[in-house]
T-cell receptor, first 115, second 114 residues
Framework: EAGVTQFPSHSVIEKGQTVTLRCDPI?????LYWYRRVMGKEIKFLLH????????ESGMPNNRFLAERTGGTYSTLKVQPAELEDSGVYFC?????????????FGPGTRLLVL | SQQGEEDPQALSIQEGENATMNCSYK?????LQWYRQNSGRGLVHLIL?????REKHSGRLRVTLDTSKKSSSLLITASRAADTASYFC??????????????FGQGTELSVKP
């Protein structure tokens, strides 16, 4: 079974540019989460999809971040325009339904550097 | 301050020694999980302990949970150089009020020297 995949693995952009991160969850997993770790600090929750619906987006830092999950499959996270403080590692995770508050399966992350 | 705060922030030991990391949290939980992140790689789930459990083992890992003190510990026995990584605890609450999201701590950087 394929795990959670993320693309790209690395991205280096300039301040003000736009970057789109993609996450493909494990097939059949309805729950999809985005997290990020900024500059070696703690890993922070960004948002949670259940299928194509946003269940919880309380962790989204501001309106420069837009997440979508078309058709309840893969998800994209767009940062527009990117700022220096957006640099960090963006993780995606998925888990199956019915959700039993159990393990989340994480992807390898996308390392974003904003110059 | 954050839930799931770990200490120490950094730990350096020799191969073969045991490594103990602690985690504290602030609110009621359904379970507590430990994850590992190797340099340049993603998060790997290590072990999950439910709120009604006090101790759990998995291979060289031993996790304890004290809900009265809102704390957990992760013990890695007979450490190996390959255990060098960042270790995070994460707490999960109820889906209805938290959406099932995980709350992570800042992590412990473990370095195991050959």
């Amino acid at each position: 079974e394929a795990g959670v995949t993320q693309f790209p693995s690395h991205s280096v952009i300039e301040k003000g540019q736009t970057v789109t991160l993609r996450c493909d969850p494990i097939s059949g997993h309805d729950n999809l989460y985005w997290y990020r770790r900024v500059m070696g600090k703690e890993i922070k929750f960004l948002l949670h999809f259940v299928k194509e619906s946003k269940q919880d987006e309380s962790g989204m830092p501001n309106n420069r971040f837009l997440a979508e999950r078309t058709g309840g499959t893969y998800s994209t996270l767009k940062v527009q325009p990117a700022e220096l403080e957006d640099s960090g590692v963006y993780f995606c995770a998925s888990s199956p339904r019915p959700y039993t508050i159990g393990t989340q399966y994480f992807g390898p992350g996308t390392r974003l550097l904003v110059l | 301050s954050q839930q799931g705060e770990e200490d120490p922030q950094a730990l350096s030991i020799q191969e073969g020694e045991n490594a103990t990391m602690n985690c504290s949290y602030k609110t009621s939980i359904n379970n507590l999980q430990w994850y590992r992140q190797n340099s340049g790689r993603g998060l790997v789930h290590l072990i999950l302990i439910r709120s009604n459990e006090r101790e759990k083992h998995s291979g060289r890992l031993r996790v304890t949970l004290d809900t009265s003190k809102k704390s957990s510990s992760l013990l890695i026995t007979a450490s190996r150089a390959a255990d060098t990584a960042s270790y995070f605890c994460a707490t999960a609450r109820g889906i209805y009020n938290q959406g099932g999201k995980l709350i992570f701590g800042q992590g412990t950087e473990l370095s195991v020297k050959p």
